[in-house]
């Protein structure tokens, strides 16, 4: 399996300069919280930029980690690795809520992010298109279900 991803990121790699340096770590389990199937390490650089309510810094992502786990099949890791390579492409986003800063993984700006990388899958033959329409709450729904 680790063959099959690495040959569909080295895709990904000639898209987005990005992805250049990050290496791809089948994994056991992830230490931020169990339930997690994918993660991605990145360095945060540079000042914060303010918009509104949010507040983003660069990223340089370094590796992105994939749970080894039987149950998960083929097109299940293909869209963790979407998933993954997305997080890879924003940057860190944070929202004031109630005077606080939080961490904001999943904003609009990620899902179309994420969008765009599974529409290049397609494109590319990656994955076949069975999906009518791909959009923000289609990629939620397989999210869930991973």
């Known amino acids: 399996m680790l063959n099959l991803i690495n040959n569909i990121f080295d895709i990904y790699k000639q898209k987005y300069k990005e992805l250049t340096n990050v290496d791809i770590k089948f994994v056991n389990k992830i230490n931020i919280a169990s339930d997690l199937c994918g993660a991605t390490n990145c360095d945060i650089i540079g000042e914060y930029v303010y918009v509104g309510k949010m507040r983003r810094k660069k990223i340089i992502p370094k590796e992105i980690l994939i749970v080894d786990d039987k149950n998960l099949n083929e097109e299940k890791i293909?869209?963790?690795?979407?998933?993954?390579?997305?997080?890879?492409?924003?940057?860190?986003?944070?929202?004031?809520?109630?005077?606080?800063?939080?961490?904001?993984?999943?904003?609009?700006?990620?899902?179309?992010?994420?969008?765009?990388?599974?529409?290049?899958?397609?494109?590319?033959?990656?994955?076949?298109?069975?999906?009518?329409?791909?959009?923000?709450?289609?990629?939620?729904?397989?999210?869930?279900?991973?």
């Open 78 to 146: 293909k869209f963790i690795l979407f998933h993954e390579i997305a997080h890879c492409l924003c940057d860190h986003i944070e929202r004031k809520v109630k005077n606080k800063w939080i961490i904001y993984d999943h904003s609009n700006i990620f899902y179309d992010k994420y969008i765009e990388v599974v529409k290049y899958a397609i494109k590319n033959n990656i994955i076949i298109n069975k999906y009518n329409k791909i959009d923000h709450n289609l990629l939620k729904h397989i999210d869930d279900l991973i």
